[in-house]
């Protein structure tokens, strides 16, 4: 065998080696995209809203839940005030200073101020065959409530199906009800004879979407920011 084959024959294996030894499984790391796609296959939907462009502001900051029905439009409101959205690290007590510090809270702090609300989440939990979901939501470093939210079933035979879709959030306006998700029922359509919410994926803030209009039941997860009037001396 000359040289040169010699020298193809084992190019080739090198080659072989190599291709085979890169389709090998390696293990990763799991990030946030993982946790939050096996968090919803297994009933849980997880959202945040970064409220930061408000720390410049004084903001008392509002939850609410707002329930809906196809026929009486809206049909129950709740809100949860959640305070300030920041406040002086100087009122705080002892234990609290402590707490704060411990949880790595006072990390980028300045003049003394402690960005109480910096963020919304919300983690929604359901299950299919239950005709309850808990809404579990967490105001920034400070506060949290949580809520079970009644459902309502497609049929007579008690499943239980819901979709959860953010808004798009464009505008602005001091007191004003800001939406942030919304919480959509299936319903039986008779014509086509299949249970359906369709729609876009994203929903106008205005309420404008035709969807809201089809949908029998439905709640809306929305924050107001009002602002802050400081007393002059």
Not at 115 to 124: P, T, V
Not at 188 to 193: N, Q
Request: charged residues 30%; glycine residues 6%.
């Amino acid at each position: 065998m000359s040289t040169m084959k010699k020298l193809l024959l084992l190019l080739l294996f090198l080659v072989a080696g190599f291709s085979l030894s890169a389709q090998n499984i390696k293990s990763r790391s799991i990030d946030a995209k993982d946790i939050i796609s096996l968090l919803r296959n297994d009933g849980y939907d997880l959202y945040s809203f970064d409220l930061n462009d408000f720390m410049k502001g004084d903001y008392n900051v509002t939850l609410y839940i707002k329930e809906y029905s196809k026929e009486a439009g809206e049909i129950n409101s709740r809100g949860f005030d959640a305070g300030g959205n920041k406040i002086l690290f100087s009122q705080f007590t002892e234990e609290e200073k402590k707490a704060a510090k411990e949880l790595g809270l006072t990390k980028g702090m300045k003049r003394g101020i402690f960005y109480k609300i910096d963020r919304i989440n919300l983690a929604l939990i359901s299950n299919k065959a239950d005709s309850l979901m808990k809404l579990n939501a967490e105001y920034g470093n400070l506060g949290a409530v949580s809520q079970r939210l009644k459902l309502r079933p497609i049929s007579a035979e008690n499943v239980y199906k819901y979709e959860i879709r953010p808004f798009v959030i464009d505008n602005f306006e001091s007191g004003k009800f800001i939406p942030l998700v919304a919480i959509l029922s299936y319903w039986y359509d008779e014509k086509a004879k299949l249970i359906r919410c369709c729609g876009e994926p994203m929903l106008k803030s205005d309420l404008s979407d035709e969807i809201l209009e089809n949908v029998p039941h439905y709640y809306i997860i929305g924050v107001t920011l009002d602002k802050i009037e400081k007393k002059e001396n």
